[in-house]
């Protein structure tokens, strides 16, 4: 494993962090996720990534179990607010104040944990003012129940607000949690600018597409009924709502297997390290439904793509790479409905 520090801050986390999006409580047991967890410690990374919207907080939970009895020094735990709408709860699924504080408790005590390191609001929130968010984390800091703040999937704008609100009211904004690989590259034109003028890391999400970028999806082929995407807990949709199972997509990943297996590699080591080699991004987070899925991620840590290589990755995908910088205003609406 490899290390590095998020954005300009002094918080060091696994290059490789593990996710527990849509797998936790949702498509592997309790047991399973547990010897997922296992593993990635095992392999040496450190930082574990979730948030109150997954499963529907079963999410945090079965990681804070799969954690219990590990030194927490020696662990970096990500959460994130926001996106839940719960249909009786009115303020649920925003950035308020209200909101917030709540949900740290709530995530507190299904993680079985006193602070978090690094709490994150999970989508920019228009409705509620960025000051009154940034003051509601800071708040958070100042008592000690979260060490660093972020941001997921925010625009460039908000962010550079966002850290200017925050170091003036003495906490550090370190982190933009955004998706990121070789098909999507929507934060290319100003979000990472923006962020590395502010200090800001981006841990990026789905640097393999939802799988897509791992081969098992093929154009012209049902999907495998052992795949994320062909599971009906969540996986499907979350893939199917990027795109990522077009057929030109699939037929275009396909010709990057001989550019992967001509560089002895697999087309996911690929994949993670072309987004590990970008400057300004910290981490990925990864998710995985088998402890062997978290040993082949880990291996990409070491990789570094020649400039060749990723010329030719760019030529093969470039029909099909989505990169308007207006798709960071999530295009999926306002918040997640259970």
Not at 315 to 323: D, E, G, N, Q, T
Request: charged share 20%; glycine share 10%.
């Amino acid at each position: 494993m490899k290390y590095a520090q998020v954005g300009d801050s002094g918080l060091v986390v696994s290059r490789i962090i593990y996710g527990n999006a849509i797998t936790h409580g949702d498509q592997v047991d309790e047991s399973a996720a547990a010897g997922c967890v296992r593993a990635a410690l095992d392999s040496g990374i450190t930082t574990f990534d979730t948030a109150d919207l997954y499963a529907g907080g079963r999410g945090e939970e079965i990681l804070g179990r799969a954690l219990a009895g590990v030194r927490r020094e020696e662990l970096v735990v990500c959460t994130k607010v926001g996106r839940w709408a719960r249909p009786t709860d009115t303020n649920s699924g925003r950035l308020s104040r209200k909101h917030i504080a709540e949900s740290i408790d709530g995530s507190l005590r299904r993680l079985g944990l006193d602070h978090v390191d690094l709490y994150q609001a999970h989508r920019y929130d228009a409705a509620t003012p960025v000051e009154e968010t940034v003051a509601a984390f800071a708040d958070i800091v100042h008592a000690g129940k979260a060490h660093y703040i972020g941001v997921s999937e925010w625009p460039a704008a908000k962010i550079t607000e966002a850290v200017r609100i925050a170091r003036g009211l003495g906490v550090e904004l370190i982190a933009n949690q955004s998706q990121y690989s070789v098909l999507w590259r929507v934060i290319e034109a100003e979000v990472l600018p923006a962020s590395r003028a502010s200090g800001v890391g981006q841990l990026v999400w789905m640097p393999l597409a939802g799988g897509a970028l791992t081969g098992k999806y093929r154009p012209g082929r049902s999907v495998p009924a052992d795949s994320r995407a062909g599971a009906t807990a969540g996986g499907a949709k979350s893939i199917g709502r990027w795109n990522y199972l077009d057929e030109k997509v699939l037929a275009a990943v396909a010709d990057l297997e001989p550019l992967a297996a001509e560089a002895g590699l697999t087309l996911s080591q690929l994949a993670i390290a072309w987004v590990l080699g970008k400057p300004g991004v910290s981490a990925a987070v990864m998710g995985a439904s088998r402890p062997q899925q978290v040993l082949e991620n880990v291996e990409a840590v070491d990789i570094t793509l020649e400039d060749e290589l990723l010329r030719c990755v760019d030529a093969v995908l470039a029909p099909v790479v989505r990169s308007d910088p207006a798709l960071t205003l999530d295009p999926l609406g306002p918040a997640a409905s259970l």
